[in-house]
């Protein structure tokens, strides 16, 4: 009986390490539908984006207040969790508060942690305030309904919760309140509890302790079905992300070589090319998820569902259907989709008469789109909702022949006259005849 709370501990730190484990691995199968594309080129230049953009927060700052109270979350969170490490020791081993031998650093230490974790209290009360009362317009749009809104406030609950708990554990602790009297924060809520005698003080700091250790737990588990995936994959994404110059399109394989092959005099155009019988037939563009590449379908799961691409882009804001935002989160949800079909077929996917294109996303969506990058140069963490609307606009051109009219007209004038205008070829240079 002595080493049952010991016990119960590690089954259930066990438990949530190992459903953690089977959606990471889950989540790695899914990105790697996508198509492959190398991202190993300027690694010194890809750390320094991780470090700038993911750690360093850079782009987050350019909207100064949600910036601010997102870095004090951030640091508050990732900081005040190294004390999940003397949790998990004292839980295996039954100790308690094994880092106290570092007396008044140790008193020091958590005293910063408190005062950090109230810092989160306020900052995470603030973006609550500004989702629900102040009703932020980028956090009203059709897409954030139901599940997303939810889902937003869930997290902030988690995170209020998990402060909470934190400062009331420290609190209700006598032994560490005797050693660290001095302590800003817990040393005065431990007033609160001023009328409690030393084992219902006991009581209430184990129950504490054990819901937050819990809480942490489920809250790393409920991060594979929230938007706040993003605290994990913020980094591989900002490292792989594309370090082309925003607006330079990559080249199509097949097209480069039918036009390499067309401008070779020496090739014979109509000798018949060689046919690997094992490739997976090419399709020009994507309409569904597994024809993305793996990069793009890391940035569908890595999106922050913070709006603000939506909030600078131009066909959104002129009342068009277009949300940035809506792609990504399109995305993420076939590709669950896609992964959900797996899973229920052994491993295999089959075909579900469904797709990225129509299903979720509509060919109005992607022609509404400028390319002007807006949404690329505003993501906080280097997510690219251009790349997936430029794929998908690929396929409804080389593949349906589906472009809008005035585009085909245009395709055809080029065609036929070598100019985007309908007139005779003749007349194309009548223009140097002008005063």
């Not at 005797?178 to 209430?204: C, K, P, R, T």
Request: charged share 20%; proline share 3%.
């Amino acid at each position: 009986m002595e080493y049952i709370d010991n016990l119960l501990f590690a089954l259930i730190l066990i438990a949530g390490i190992g459903y953690f484990t089977i959606n990471v691995k889950k989540l790695v199968r899914n990105i790697n539908l996508g198509r492959d594309v190398n991202r190993s080129d300027n690694s010194s230049e890809r750390w320094k984006n991780m470090a700038m953009i993911a750690l360093g927060q850079s782009k987050m700052i350019k909207r100064p207040i949600a910036g601010f109270l997102h870095i004090i979350v951030y640091v508050g969170f990732v900081i005040i969790n190294i004390e999940v490490l003397e949790i998990i020791i004292d839980g295996l081993f039954g100790t308690h508060r094994v880092f106290s031998f570092m007396g008044s650093f140790y008193g020091f230490l958590i005293g910063s942690f408190e005062i950090l974790a109230v810092l989160v209290l306020v900052a995470v009360i603030v973006f609550w305030i500004r989702r629900n009362v102040v009703k932020l317009k980028r956090f009203m749009n059709s897409e954030m309904k139901t599940w997303p809104k939810n889902d937003a406030n869930y997290i902030l609950y988690f995170e209020m919760v998990l402060m909470s708990l934190f400062l009331i554990m420290n609190a209700t602790d006598v032994h560490f309140q005797e050693m660290n009297s001095g302590n800003i924060i817990s040393s005065h809520i431990a007033y609160w509890f001023g009328g409690f005698d030393v084992s219902q003080l006991h009581l209430i700091e184990r129950t504490a302790w054990w819901i937050h250790i819990c809480g942490i737990l489920v809250f790393l588990n409920y991060l594979y079905f929230s938007k706040h995936l993003h605290i994990l994959l913020a980094f591989p994404n900002t490292y792989f992300a594309d370090l082309n110059p925003k607006g330079q399109f990559d080249n199509l394989e097949s097209v480069t070589k039918e036009v390499k092959l067309m401008m070779d005099p020496n090739a014979d155009p109509f000798a018949a090319q060689p046919v690997d019988e094992n490739a997976v037939p090419s399709k020009f563009g994507a309409s569904d998820v597994q024809d993305l590449n793996w990069v793009q379908l890391l940035n569908a799961y890595t999106c922050t569902e913070c709006g603000r691409c939506t909030s600078v882009c131009p066909a959104n804001i002129t009342g068009k259907k277009l949300s940035p935002r809506k792609i990504m989160m399109d995305t993420r949800d076939r590709l669950e989709e896609v992964g959900k079909n797996i899973d229920a077929n052994k491993g295999v996917f089959i075909p579900d008469n469904k797709s990225l294109l129509n299903d979720y996303i509509t060919t109005e969506e992607l022609w509404a789109c400028t390319s002007c990058n807006a949404c690329v140069e505003e993501c906080p963490v280097n997510i690219s909702p251009l790349s997936i609307i430029m794929d998908m606009r690929r396929y409804l051109v080389m593949e349906q022949s589906a472009a809008p009219q005035s585009l085909n007209a245009m395709m055809t004038n080029i065609e036929n006259n070598g100019a985007p205008w309908q007139y005779n070829q003749m007349d194309r240079l009548n223009w140097k005849d002008e005063n």
